[in-house]
């Protein structure tokens, strides 16, 4: 049985930081295409970061980027998302996903992952101004 289990969310300050995790059990990330999305209420789901576990090739919303970082760690089993410099917008439910890279490419990876991918339950960020 796959299982994304997402971490590390909470309540912080705007300028503040925090580490999401995404770990993956009945499921191996390597060689395969991770995304980060969030929703805010009343938002769509947008996706913020993605990253081929495979080669570490990453991919970045123009919102987040030079604030956020993906990175994985194979061995782990775990994909991270480091949000840096956080502010009151960036507050959502935060979801991992993941798929064979076949549904990241050629065209638009969020598509592809909505349709295809596993999902974890989300973890809740909430920045405060």
Request: net charge positive; with cysteine; hydrophobic share 30%.
């Amino acid at each position: 049985q796959v299982q994304l289990v997402e971490s590390g969310g909470g309540s912080v300050q705007a300028g503040g930081s925090l580490r999401l995790s995404c770990a993956a059990s009945g499921y191996t990330f390597s060689s395969n295409c991770v995304g980060w999305f969030r929703q805010a209420p009343g938002k769509e789901r947008e996706g913020v970061a993605r990253i081929y576990t495979g080669s570490g090739v990453t991919y970045y919303a123009d919102s987040v980027k030079g604030r956020f970082t993906i990175s994985r760690d194979n061995a782990k089993n775990t994909v991270y998302l480091q949000m840096n410099s956080l502010k009151p917008e960036d507050t959502a439910m935060y979801y991992c996903a993941s798929a064979r890279v076949v549904y990241c490419s050629g065209g638009s990876w969020t598509t592809g992952l909505l349709g295809a991918g596993y999902w974890g339950q989300g973890t809740q960020v909430t920045v405060s101004s």
